[in-house]
């Protein structure tokens, strides 16, 4: 795979039901990210309320996403975590299952010096050797990969690309810059997608592929068919659902978006909430462009 995890990613949310993930759901959510056009997909992310699942729950949602992928696009697991034994343990259990590839997080909360961070995802990719996507999301974590340390861990031939999350165009600029063409930059938020492209970006890890898989999937396909103008269109179409999602934390939006159209429940998890009474009509207002809202789901 030359440009591995590329294109366009969704960052699946996980459905609950009754204080449980939903597995009937959460199958059928697959089966409409792959109906889609995706390249890939991404259970146990952010997105996916991974700080919020049991360890036993995120190795079954992982389970369930390869199984109901059935091989037909790769699938990149979630499996980071801020303690190293723990993100190697879910790594194995991952590959295992028969995961394609591993998304890790930094470290969060005990924010460890580059070289912690370079031990760390050495260490992973040497216990659990598949490829392995960084996933550098500073806001969320208290500490950044900073774009000489993803060099550095660019030389290790399990680690393929990162996930950039910053939103600093110009630090992402900056780790093309020193990895090269043949490392995968892809980016962690919806509305900086075209602009990483032109720059040399390979793709998005994306929150709003959940809803419109189709039109992420067009995107991604008219910019490799070097239809600029076609692109250029499609993203500012896009623009204010990308911005919607996002008036609250993230997930937030994205799984009241998915109860709007019919999809699954708006079911969250203590400390996240749903969506408030003061965004809510935004997002249906910017969903409802996209897709149909139907008769909500219980």
């Not at 591995?4 to 960052?11: E, L, Q």
């Not at 039901?17 to 409409?32: I, W």
């Not at 690309?161 to 165009?169: M, N, R």
């Amino acid at each position: 795979m030359t440009e591995p995890f590329s294109g366009v990613i969704p960052a699946m949310v996980t459905p609950f039901k009754g204080g449980e993930v939903d597995e009937e759901a959460l199958r059928r959510h697959v089966e409409f990210l792959i109906e889609g056009g995706v390249d890939a997909i991404l259970p146990c992310g952010t997105t996916g309320e991974s700080p919020t699942l049991s360890h036993e729950e995120h190795n079954r949602v992982i389970e369930i996403a390869i199984d109901q992928a059935k091989r037909r696009v790769p699938v990149l697991a979630g499996t980071g975590s801020n303690s190293t034994r723990e993100a190697i343990a879910m790594s194995d259990h991952a590959k295992g299952a028969g995961a394609d590839g591993l998304l890790l997080v930094s470290p969060y909360y005990n924010k460890p010096t580059q070289e912690g961070l370079y031990r760390h995802f050495t260490e992973v990719a040497k216990e659990a050797p598949l490829p392995i996507i960084l996933y550098n999301i500073p806001g969320r974590c208290g500490v950044e990969i900073l774009p000489e340390t993803v060099k550095r861990l660019s030389e290790h031939p399990s680690i393929v690309g990162v996930k950039e999350a910053t939103g600093d165009l110009s630090k992402m600029i900056r780790v093309i810059e020193l990895c090269g063409p043949d490392f995968t930059v892809t980016s962690g938020d919806d509305a900086l997608t075209l602009p990483l492209l032109a720059v040399g970006g390979k793709g998005v890890i994306s929150v709003a592929a959940n809803i419109i898989p189709g039109p992420m999937a067009e995107l991604w396909a008219k910019w490799k068919a070097g239809d600029l103008q076609g692109a250029r269109a499609l993203f500012f179409r896009m623009l204010p659902l990308f911005r919607a999602l996002f008036l609250e934390t993230n997930p937030t939006c994205i799984k009241y978006a998915m109860y709007l159209a019919g999809r699954m429940g708006m079911d969250m998890r203590l400390p996240m909430l749903p969506a408030s009474e003061g965004v809510r009509a935004r997002i249906a207002e910017a969903v409802g462009e996209w897709v149909p809202i139907k008769e909500p789901v219980a």
